[in-house]
């Protein structure tokens, strides 16, 4: 059996976050991450476009040897990820998988209100596509889902701008438009992979009470999950430990902001997928 790499993937930094994650819990296997930073951002753009993205990134993965990729990305996610799974995976051949983010988060949020209010900050593109409401109805019927898309904030995070006065306003800005909807919110999720960026800033503006969810530790712990259940997934990846990272935009400013979010220093490799 060939055995490969978990590939991660996200539109940009912010599934550094999430591989930040994945790699403190599962040290032991070898990963790829791929941000897709030439054509970022993801969030506004349409559904076929994204799809079309995602599926080109999520070829690429497998032709490098990953049997498992993630989309650490909640657009990737909300826009593409039942489409691969429904339309494409089979071409792939037997024993790949593709998975998500917004399921693993789905799964666990209304263990975690106890009101059944829940808040979603998100992009425009996750916040369209309706993904989050419909999958927490699936399993928590009970709670009701207010979101506030926030388009100004992953820009902000990507220039470096996010503790400054400017930024303050847009995040006070969006958080009290998502509150504004009820009074009775006591959980909110991050719901993209850039916002943990900004936990300490969204944690001063938030009332107190209000538990603050990001995804990373979540996906993290159900990746783990998932390979202890899919025994035969877990066989096929290779365990030395090493993890490399791609982006199709410039390498060097990759690095640079890519630190950031990965929380210490990383050397990429320019990929020309275009």
Not at 229 to 248: A, C, I, N, P, Y
Request: glycine share 8%.
């Amino acid at each position: 059996m060939t055995k490969g790499p978990i590939g991660v993937f996200d539109s940009g930094y912010g599934g550094l976050t999430v591989l930040q994650s994945i790699v403190c819990k599962l040290p032991q296997y070898n990963y790829l991450y791929l941000g897709d930073n030439a054509r970022a951002p993801y969030g506004s753009r349409s559904f076929e476009t994204v799809y079309q993205y995602t599926l080109q990134c999520v070829e690429w993965f497998f032709k490098q040897g990953c049997p498992l990729v993630i989309l650490a990305c909640n657009t990737a996610s909300a826009k593409a990820l039942r489409t691969i799974q429904q339309n494409d995976i089979a071409t792939f051949g037997a024993g790949k998988r593709v998975l998500g983010v917004i399921r693993p988060t789905t799964e666990i949020i209304g263990e975690c209100t106890q009101s059944n209010k829940v808040g979603i900050l998100a992009t425009s593109g996750t916040v369209l596509s309706g993904s989050y409401p419909i999958e927490i109805n699936k399993f928590f019927p009970k709670c009701e889902v207010y979101q506030e898309a926030c388009p100004m904030w992953v820009p902000l995070i990507e220039n470096n701008e996010h503790n400054s006065a400017g930024a303050a306003y847009f995040i006070e800005k969006h958080i009290n438009h998502l509150l504004a909807q009820s009074n009775n919110i006591d959980t909110i999720l991050l719901a993209c992979t850039h916002y943990p960026l900004l936990i300490n800033i969204i944690t001063k503006l938030l009332p107190p009470g209000i538990t603050i969810l990001s995804q990373g530790e979540i996906v993290a712990n159900s990746l783990a999950t998932y390979l202890q259940r899919h025994k035969w997934m877990e066989k096929s990846l290779t365990k030395d430990g090493q993890v490399s990272f791609f982006t199709t935009d410039d390498a060097a400013d990759f690095d640079n902001k890519g630190s950031l979010f990965y929380g210490k220093p990383l050397t990429s490799t320019h990929l020309d997928l275009i």
